[in-house]
Protein backbone atom coordinates (compact mmCIF):
# COMPACT_ATOMS: atom_id res chain seq x y z
CA UNK A 1 0.00 0.00 0.00
CA UNK A 2 3.05 2.16 0.42
CA UNK A 3 3.80 2.22 -3.08
CA UNK A 4 0.39 4.41 -3.69
CA UNK A 5 2.11 7.62 -0.80
CA UNK A 6 6.04 6.81 -0.99
CA UNK A 7 6.81 8.90 -4.45
CA UNK A 8 4.83 12.00 -3.19
CA UNK A 9 4.61 12.32 0.83
CA UNK A 10 6.08 11.72 3.42
CA UNK A 11 4.96 9.64 5.93
CA UNK A 12 3.73 12.27 8.40
CA UNK A 13 2.13 13.84 5.44
CA UNK A 14 -0.13 10.41 4.41
CA UNK A 15 -1.18 10.33 7.80
CA UNK A 16 -1.99 14.00 8.49
CA UNK A 17 -4.47 13.42 5.09
CA UNK A 18 -5.86 10.37 5.96
CA UNK A 19 -6.91 12.38 9.16
CA UNK A 20 -7.97 15.12 7.75
CA UNK A 21 -10.05 12.50 5.84
CA UNK A 22 -11.30 10.88 8.63
CA UNK A 23 -12.42 13.94 10.66
CA UNK A 24 -14.53 15.44 7.59
CA UNK A 25 -16.33 11.83 7.52
CA UNK A 26 -17.35 12.49 10.70
CA UNK A 27 -20.92 13.56 12.15
CA UNK A 28 -21.28 16.97 12.98
CA UNK A 29 -20.53 16.50 16.74
CA UNK A 30 -18.19 13.91 16.74
CA UNK A 31 -15.96 16.03 14.14
CA UNK A 32 -16.15 19.31 16.46
CA UNK A 33 -14.73 17.26 19.37
CA UNK A 34 -12.77 16.00 17.21
CA UNK A 35 -11.22 19.60 15.29
CA UNK A 36 -11.04 21.19 19.15
CA UNK A 37 -8.97 17.66 19.65
CA UNK A 38 -6.65 19.26 16.99
CA UNK A 39 -5.64 22.23 18.35
CA UNK A 40 -2.39 22.28 19.88
CA UNK A 41 -0.73 24.99 22.38
CA UNK A 42 2.79 26.24 23.18
CA UNK A 43 3.84 28.05 26.40
CA UNK A 44 7.35 29.55 25.67
CA UNK A 45 9.59 32.52 27.90
CA UNK A 46 12.60 34.06 27.49
CA UNK A 47 14.95 33.22 30.41
CA UNK A 48 17.83 36.32 31.53
CA UNK A 49 19.87 36.38 34.21
CA UNK A 50 18.93 33.30 35.39
CA UNK A 51 16.12 34.24 35.89
CA UNK A 52 12.43 33.28 33.91
CA UNK A 53 10.23 36.18 31.67
CA UNK A 54 6.88 36.29 31.14
CA UNK A 55 5.53 33.19 29.83
CA UNK A 56 3.89 33.57 26.33
CA UNK A 57 1.28 31.20 25.41
CA UNK A 58 0.26 30.84 21.58
CA UNK A 59 -2.91 28.93 20.33
CA UNK A 60 -2.94 26.91 16.56
CA UNK A 61 -4.10 24.44 14.71
CA UNK A 62 -1.98 21.90 12.71
CA UNK A 63 -1.96 22.50 9.11
CA UNK A 64 -0.92 19.44 6.50
CA UNK A 65 1.16 20.68 3.88
Known sequence: MSQFWKPTFTYLQYAQV?????????????RVVAIRRD????????WEAGK??????????R???
Open 39 to 46: EQGLKYAK
Open 18 to 30: CARAVRNSLKEEA
Open 52 to 61: QGEIKNTVGT
Open 63 to 65: TAA
